[in-house]
């Protein structure tokens, strides 16, 4: 895990991200010496940064550039880190990329990843915002949930509370307020905070993301049967891989290379299986759409 918080130094290699450096057009973007790559917080970056290793190891094989994993502390420092130019990649929330997108229009999304079938994930490059509770509770509908305490992951977050606030808070008749359909709302700080909060009655229920609800599982803090799911969310696009617009073409392409042929790599497998996904596939902006109909729909509410 330590490694991780080091910079992984490769060897430089002669190639086209080089050669476009030296020619006139690189005053026109920019290729720095070396990339930071940070994500945005979850399970796997906070106790299992270590899976990462195959995927910056092929970032540094195919740009021919050291690569930093930058450690963030919220959603929010993901976003300020690209906006303010010393992150040069990062892995976002759906929402979160929305937010970093009007910060700076020139944020690429690239790809993003399918997850392989899990407890409550299904297959594909999507996955669903759950409302759960403790198994054997009686919280076990959306009508028994009213005045109860529920948990959310994150103000930036999309499953854990963009979406609840304006998906599920409609169905419930009370917009983005929440907080008037139950007795208090709680931000857990993540997913994986919010299942364990629910499973050790420190909330009622909470609103998590299935692939997440999934990691907590599969690292053995919770068993499948300690949760029941009282809604599910319409499909919601995988979390983007997003680059600076403003780096030179060859390195995007470098970068994008080292994302889409990763699950060629047989040294990448435990990083797949770590995040229990099969392959990295292409998505550009309008795949998150979905997502900006949200976010003005949660902005008209407010005014």
Known sequence: MSALKHTFVG???AGAVVAYASSGLAQECKNPDQLV????????TTQELDIYKPLLDKLKEKTGKPVEFF?????ASVIEGMVNGWVQ???????????????????????????AKGHFQEEGPGYRAVLISKAGSKFDSIETVKGSV?????????????????????????????????????????????????KEGRVDDAFV?????????????AKAEDFKVI???????QDPMVYRGDLCEPLKAAIREAFLTLHEDANSKPFFDG???????????????????LVAAEKAAGQ
């Open 71 to 75: 450690m963030p502390t919220s959603y």
């Open 209 to 221: 993301a299935t692939h997440r609800l999934d990691n907590v599982i599969d690292r053995g803090l």
């Open 150 to 198: 529920v948990g959310l992951a994150d103000p930036a977050s999309t499953s854990g509370n963009l979406l609840p606030r304006m998906v599920f808070g409609d169905l419930v008749k009370v917009g983005p307020e929440l907080e008037k359909y139950f007795s208090k709302v709680v931000y857990t700080g993540g997913h994986d905070q919010s299942a364990l909060a629910v």
């Open 11 to 13: 060897l430089m290699t």
């Open 89 to 115: 990649i990062g892995v976002h929330g759906p929402n979160s990329y929305v937010l970093a997108k009007e910060k700076d229009p020139a944020l690429e999304v690239f790809a993003t990843y399918t997850k």
């Open 275 to 293: 995040i229990k996904s099969t392959k990295f596939v292409p998505m550009k902006d309008s795949d998150y759409d979905i997502i900006r109909k």
């Open 37 to 44: 790559f940070s994500i945005i917080p979850t399970e796997e």
């Open 231 to 237: 809604w599910s969310s319409e499909i919601i696009p």
